[in-house]
């Protein structure tokens, strides 16, 4: 089966650094585009960070870039976000989805359930 | 940049027909994905390619995509079908970047 598992998140003060993980299991890992998309409490859907399966080319929402870092071990089978200059307005669950293609630009076919980043003085 | 627009919430009796709409510049143009989230959990894909359902989701749950608006028909509400629902497309007109609407809160 299938499965995303997050994993990274904490309480860290604003201008601290972070890094998440996701774990995939269950598919060819490398196949497959990767996104990072987070929740901020009580809010919607917010799009954050994709990866070409080859780990190659990236793309990121204008409230993250030059902060927010995404990359890929497709040894490993894990895809990360490194976390720069957080803000509070960073504080969100952070989910990782996969595409069912190798370019981003499709639909998520699989989420994880998300770790939760607070950042907070 | 690009920006969906979706009534914050919509009520619906049980065994009627629930709609949902997604607004954007052209959005007929491009291709609508769905998703359902319940509360506490991870969302999950209920229409793709603007029309075509994933395995395991009901035949109840159909949409379409002209114009400027793309819409989310569910019919024969079931209390189960109770969560926020968000459209999503993909936009490449200045840099490749996913944008989602802002959420619908369905309420049966």
């Known amino acids: 089966e299938a499965q995303l598992l997050e994993s990274g998140g904490d309480l860290v003060q604003p201008g601290g650094s972070l890094r998440l993980s996701c774990a995939a299991s269950?598919?060819?890992?490398?196949?497959?585009?990767m996104s990072w998309v987070r929740q901020a409490p009580g809010k919607g859907l917010e799009w954050v960070s994709a990866i070409r399966g080859s780990g190659d080319t990236t793309y990121y929402a204008d409230s993250v870039k030059g902060r927010l870092f995404i990359s890929r071990d497709n040894i490993e089978n894990t895809l990360y976000l490194q976390m720069n200059s957080l803000r509070a307005d960073d504080t969100a669950l952070y989910y990782c989805?996969?595409?069912?293609?190798?370019?981003?630009?499709?639909?998520?076919?699989?989420w994880g359930r998300g770790t939760l980043v607070t950042v907070s003085s | 940049s690009y920006m969906l627009t979706q009534p914050p919430s919509v009520s619906v009796a049980p065994g009627k027909t629930a709609t949902i709409t997604c607004g954007g510049n052209n959005i007929g143009s491009t291709s609508v994905h769905w998703y359902q989230q319940k509360p506490g959990l991870a969302p999950v894909l209920v229409i793709y390619f603007d029309t075509d359902r994933p395995s395991g989701v009901p035949e109840r749950f159909s949409a379409s995509n002209f114009g400027n608006t793309a819409t989310l028909t569910i019919s024969s509400v079931e209390a189960g079908d109770e969560a926020d629902y968000y459209c999503?497309?993909?936009?490449?007109?200045?840099?490749?970047?996913?944008?989602f609407g802002g959420g619908t809160r369905l309420t049966v």
């Open positions: 269950g598919f060819s890992f490398s196949n497959y585009a």
């Open positions: 999503q497309v993909w936009d490449s007109s200045r840099d490749h970047r996913g944008v």
């Open positions: 989805a996969k595409e069912p293609v190798e370019n981003p630009g499709w639909y998520f076919d699989l």
